[in-house]
T-cell receptor, first 115, second 115 residues
């Protein structure tokens, strides 16, 4: 079984400051890792994903994440946030093969960017 | 990228009535689609896996007679909430996988309010 823990339910940060949203996972098999963003009353938009290869993954909107297998983490970072980054962020995990489309989500982190 | 369209985006219905939500893959065929439910300020919970041409697979605790899933074609899955009650009010999101890929694509979600 897989699980995802997002350590912070809410993260307030001032505009143009850096931010890190933390995500830890557990799985008995190799995993695929994802970060999604959700704006109010909307679906999910993929920010970035880790499948294999380089552990530093760059995504859209200036976000990046680093896969750390020894710490089972996949933290999301952005060096300078904008007001428009205010949203809910979800970390998710899936497995290879037939289960790769079935995601297990963390509880989400609400990022609030303060002007 | 692949597009998944969900309709309606918002619906209000009376208690005791049934509501149908559609999930369409617009530019690809999806043999498997997934239905998630999101409670306010919480994460997405997988309800069921919809398989084209066969019965859906429900997660533990999900009432299959209340949440009817039909996947009649390779581009359409429907979720029908039968005899809806206020506790069924929630945000429902579908996703579909592009065959051979590793990423699931999400619909825009449906906000169901039962009054």
């Amino acid at each position: 079984a897989q699980s995802v823990t997002q350590l912070d339910s809410q993260v307030p940060v001032f505009e143009e400051a850096p931010v890190e949203l933390r995500c830890n996972y557990s799985s008995s098999v190799s995993v695929y890792l994802f970060w999604y963003v959700q704006y109010p009353n909307q679906g999910l938009q993929l920010l970035l994903k880790y499948l294999s290869g380089s552990t530093l993954v760059k995504g859209i909107n200036g976000f990046e994440a680093e896969f750390n297998k020894s710490q089972t983490s996949f933290h999301l970072r952005k060096p300078s946030v904008h007001i428009s980054d205010t949203a809910e962020y979800f970390c998710a995990v899936s497995g290879p093969g037939a289960g790769s489309y079935q995601l297990t989500f963390g509880k989400g982190t609400k990022l609030s960017v303060i002007p | 990228g692949a597009v998944v369209s969900q309709h309606p985006s918002r619906v209000i219905c009376k208690s005791g009535t049934s509501v149908k939500i559609e999930c369409r893959s617009l530019d690809f065929q999806a043999t498997t689609m997934f239905w998630y439910r999101q409670f306010p300020k919480q994460s997405l919970m997988l309800m069921a896996t919809s398989n084209e041409g066969s019965k859906a697979t429900y997660e533990q605790g999900v009432e299959k007679d209340k949440f009817l899933i039909n996947h009649a074609s390779l581009t359409l899955s429907t979720l029908t909430v039968t005899s809806a009650h206020p506790e069924d009010s929630s945000f429902y999101i579908c996703s579909a996988g592009l065959g051979g890929g590793t990423e699931a694509f999400f619909g825009q979600g449906t906000r169901l309010t039962v009054v």
